[in-house]
């Protein structure tokens, strides 16, 4: 009876989903820095774990807006996030690189336009 017991709880703590080294490097606050056509703007990029998945949350003074995914793959990452473009839904896709402390990389802004990306580690006051 113990070692059914055993099992069971080791089967369940290997199922237990686990951020890998490389996902671990992309946790915490970004100065996060976009470059369109449209100008360039800043924002605050938070990473976070919440039940062993990558979230993040875009900041600025305009308010928080969650992403719609984030996907890390050794150095690299991808970020996409849904923005409202003059009435119409955009989905702008974010690919990079992660070099810690800074990440940088190209978007996509819905395929309408291209742009650059860069982000550094907040530095805390």
């Given amino acids: ?39 360039t ?19 600025s003074d305009r308010g928080e807006r969650p992403y719609d995914s984030i996907e890390v793959d050794g150095s690299k990452i991808t970020l996409v996030i849904t923005i409202s473009y003059n009435g119409t839904p955009m989905v702008i896709t974010y690919r990079g690189q992660i070099a810690d402390p800074n990440m940088s990389g190209d978007a996509d802004f819905g395929g309408l336009a291209s742009g650059t990306w860069s982000a550094a580690r907040h530095k805390t006051q």
Avoid: N, Y
């Fill in 1 to 39: 009876m113990k070692s059914v017991l055993r099992i069971a709880v080791a089967a369940f703590l290997i199922s237990l989903p686990v951020l890998t080294a490389a996902q671990s490097k992309a946790l915490g606050a970004w100065d996060f820095t976009t470059v369109s056509p449209e100008g």
């Fill in 41 to 59: 703007f800043t924002s605050q990029l938070v990473i976070r774990e919440e039940s062993g998945k990558l979230v993040a949350v875009g900041k």
